[in-house]
């Protein structure tokens, strides 16, 4: 098993570009998140979804869009790329007998 | 809203010193507490957790207890290696499983 797999893992994109981070898990849960993590200032949730064809927002979800529509996909969109955005990107599904958030390593973005 | 509070600032200790990292919370009930740990250039990975009151989670040497009195959940290791330099995370889980991160701890150890 994989877990949680996220591409690119780096990326660099110019102030007004648009793009997708992709987020794959094969642990079968309904459950996933989207989080950006800033220099010290911990992970904050952009978006989350609680199954197939549901998602909502999260703390921070200005600037960003998704969609879910199969159990194992959760791709975030940034349809105009702003400075404010270079952060890291992490994708997360749930496991573990206590539903513990397991994460993927990783999306670093960088708008210039 | 629920929310995580950890101490200020990076933390630079001698291998084999004793380990210790705040963390305070505020939430309506009893949420499920965890510590995350981050190495150098990779994801989050989950170290201990505890989901009532007085539990007390434990894994590769850190623990750490749910108290509800103190609303705290802080981390504790009697003796660290170079190998535990990481940033810390606390956090608690609210509504639809969702994760309150505080603002991560980073731990330098020097050997």
């Known amino acids: 098993n994989a877990g949680v797999t996220q591409t690119p893992k780096f990326r660099i994109l110019k102030i007004g570009q648009s793009m997708t981070l992709q987020c794959t898990q094969d642990?079968?849960?309904?459950?996933m998140y989207w989080y950006r993590q800033d220099p010290g200032m911990g992970l904050k949730l952009i978006y989350y979804?609680?199954?197939?064809?549901?998602?909502d927002k999260g703390e921070v979800p200005n600037g960003y869009n998704v969609s879910r529509s199969t159990t194992e996909d959760f791709p975030l969109r940034l349809e105009l790329a702003a400075p404010s955005q270079t952060s890291v990107y992490f994708c997360?599904?749930?496991?573990?007998?206590?539903?513990?958030?397991?994460f993927g390593p990783g999306t670093r973005l960088t708008v210039l | 809203g629920d929310s995580v509070t950890q101490m200020e600032g990076p933390v630079t200790l001698s291998e084999e010193a004793f380990l210790t990292i705040n963390c305070t919370y505020t939430a309506t009930g009893y949420p499920s507490l965890f510590w995350y740990v981050q190495y150098p250039g990779e994801g989050l990975q989950l170290l201990l957790k505890a989901t009532k009151a007085d539990d007390k989670g434990s894994n590769k040497g850190f623990e750490a207890t749910y108290r509800k009195e103190t609303t705290s959940f802080h981390l504790e290791k009697g003796s660290v290696q170079v190998s535990d330099s990481a940033v810390y995370f606390c956090a608690l889980m609210y509504g639809n499983n969702r994760l309150a991160f505080g603002k991560g701890n980073q731990v330098v150890v020097i050997p």
């Open positions: 997360a599904t749930l496991a573990g007998k206590y539903n513990e958030q397991f």
């Open positions: 642990m079968n849960h309904n459950y």
């Open positions: 979804s609680v199954g197939a064809g549901i998602t």
